[in-house]
Structure formats: structure tokens, C-alpha cells
């Protein structure tokens, strides 16, 4: 494992960082790449789902491949932070068209085991990673072209939280949010507010100059227009729920009380069937045809007061 106390390497390396907006989720995907060697990696993807028909399509994702292709890029890399609950990957579709290895952190073992006792999946249905290509495990390096990059472990939204650290850029996914808008929720079945603020105080470990880039924004009260991206030093300085020298408990405090006045995600019943199946569909083992299931009065079953 490389040395993280000494970045300069890092930022000798500056990926270029193209962004791609999805309003219907409030989703930002992400191409990075090493323009040296033309690598790129693809982060969180979304795979357009229009519930009321229950219709899959791909405008997000093609947009992708369209930028890619023009680029002339190739992918090495199709990577997911974590399990997402308020869109589907299309990681899988991605793959198709354009190869690449998908990632993910081990824990995704965790979220497969909780969820597959939530939407009583069959035996059929394997709680062992193997859907990816990739499992991280904390601090694991690997390169983009010639970009050192590593991982970090950073549970608490859910237990299978990753970031990734390419080059001088930071790739938080739902872990934190812009500064105005603050951290993510942790009443997700394995989340934790506890597990979340010791998270957080990793990637705060880091050095400020690195960029940071978000998976979400929500464009909160007073600002006009959605961004997503940012530094460590100002998340460290201005982030609304946990600004640097917060204390641990009335973070905790903060989180859970804030939780507790949520509803679920509109995707969410959709979003965890297939994204703990790295972006495929589940499908009724006797006719093969794609099938979604809706538990009720279950884990998803919450009211916001």
C-alpha cells in the first residue's frame, strides 16, 4: 500500500474530471481520465428508470459513451462508491459498450446479505461480491493510466462506502455533500451517524488542496445553480454539519434527529434490487422476463413527519 502522508505524487497527477448531471436523480457521473495514456475510469453511473411504467433507458449513460468515444478515451474503470438507493447503475450497460473492470468495495457483502433477507432472495441470488469484477479492500492502490489512485473505506451511509482518491481529485459519493448542503443520512438498514462522523475524519485526513467532488446535490436554499464540486480544505472550513473540530456526539445527535424526519428515496425498492446485482436486473427465475419486487410494511416502510 502506498504512503498517504506523503502526497506529492498525487498531485503531480491532475486527471481531467468531466461530470454529467442527472436532474431526474440529482446524480452527478463522473469520466476521469489520464489524457497522457487516454485511460479513463467511469464513476457512478445511472441507468434512467421511469417507475410509473416501469421502463429502462439509457440517455445517461450513452451520453457517456458519446463523450468517451469523442475523447477518445478508453475505459479501464467502471467504479461505484456503494450501493446507491436513489438510482440504478448502469455499470453493466457501460461495460458492453465499452469495457473496463467493475469495482466495488468488499463490503458490498454486507449490503447483499442485509437486503437479500429484505427482498427474500433466493439462493439463486449470491451474497459473495462476485457480481464485480473488483472488491476493495481499505487503502487498496491501483492506477488510471499512469494516475496513482487508492481507496478508503468510509462506512456509515451504508457499510460498504468507498472514496476514491485519483491523483489530486476525491471522489466522496454519498459520504458528504457540498459544504451548504452537509453529510449524508445514515437510517439505512447497516448505516451509522457514529460510523459516518469517523468516516468523515478520514477523508478530513487528506490534504486540503485536493479537489472533492460530490455524487448528489440538491441545490439547498440560497444557492441558484447545482455544483459538485469542491475542496477538502472547504468542506474542513464551511460544511454545515460537521465543520472541522465538530464534536462526535452532537454530530450523532444532529444526524439521527434529521434522519429520523426523512422519507425513503423514491428509487429506493428498485435501486437496491439491481444495484446489489452490479447494475443487472433481477429476473422470475421461470419465465427469465426482468421482475422487481416490493416488500411492504418492511425496512423501506418510513413515513417523514
Known amino acids: 500500500m502506498t504512503e498517504k502522508n506523503n502526497y506529492k505524487n498525487y498531485f503531480e497527477h491532475k486527471p481531467v474530471v468531466q461530470g454529467f448531471f442527472d436532474e431526474r436523480t440529482n446524480t452527478i457521473s463522473y469520466v476521469v481520465a489520464d489524457t497522457e495514456t487516454k485511460k479513463c ?12 411504467g416501469a421502463t429502462l433507458f439509457f440517455e445517461n449513460a450513452d451520453a457517456i459513451i458519446d463523450y468517451v468515444k469523442e475523447k477518445g478515451y478508453e475505459v479501464e474503470w ?5 450501493v446507491h438507493a436513489d438510482h ?24 447483499q446479505n442485509i437486503f437479500g433477507k429484505v427482498f427474500n432472495e433466493g439462493t439463486e ?6 457480481q464485480f469484477d473488483r472488491l476493495w ?9 499512469n494516475i496513482p489512485a487508492f481507496v478508503m473505506h468510509t462506512p456509515g451511509h ?13 471522489f466522496a459519493g454519498d459520504t458528504m455533500f457540498m459544504p ?6 445514515c437510517d439505512f438498514p447497516g448505516g451509522s451517524s457514529s460510523t459516518l462522523y469517523e468516516s468523515t475524519q478520514k477523508i478530513f485526513a487528506l490534504p486540503d488542496e485536493m479537489r472533492m467532488f460530490m455524487c448528489h446535490d440538491y441545490l439547498p436554499e ?16 464551511n460544511n454545515i454539519h460537521l465543520k472541522q473540530g465538530t464534536d462526535g456526539e452532537r454530530f450523532k445527535k444532529m444526524r439521527d434527529d434529521r434522519d429520523e424526519a426523512l422519507g425513503m428515496p423514491k428509487l429506493i425498492i428498485p435501486s437496491i434490487q439491481v444495484n446489489m446485482r452490479a447494475g443487472n436486473m433481477p429476473k422470475d427465475k421461470e419465465t427469465g422476463s426482468m421482475m422487481l419486487k416490493t416488500p411492504v410494511n418492511s425496512a423501506f416502510s418510513k413515513q417523514p413527519k
Request: proline share 3%.
Open 41 to 52: 475510469a467511469i464513476i457512478d453511473s445511472v441507468m434512467d428508470y421511469e417507475p410509473h
Open 78 to 82: 467502471i467504479l461505484e462508491t456503494h
Open 88 to 111: 440504478l447503475s448502469a455499470a453493466p450497460y457501460l461495460k458492453e459498450k465499452l469495457g473496463g473492470t467493475m469495482a466495488i468495495g468488499k463490503y458490498i457483502v454486507d449490503v
Open 125 to 130: 441470488f449470491q451474497r459473495d461480491g462476485s
Open 137 to 145: 479492500s481499505d487503502g487498496d492502490d491501483f492506477t488510471l493510466g
Open 158 to 170: 451504508t457499510p460498504a462506502d468507498m472514496v476514491y482518491v485519483i491523483g489530486d481529485a476525491v
Open 180 to 185: 451548504d448542503y452537509g453529510t449524508a443520512r
Open 222 to 237: 440560497g444557492r441558484t445553480e447545482y455544483a459538485w464540486e469542491t475542496t477538502v480544505g472547504e468542506q474542513k472550513k
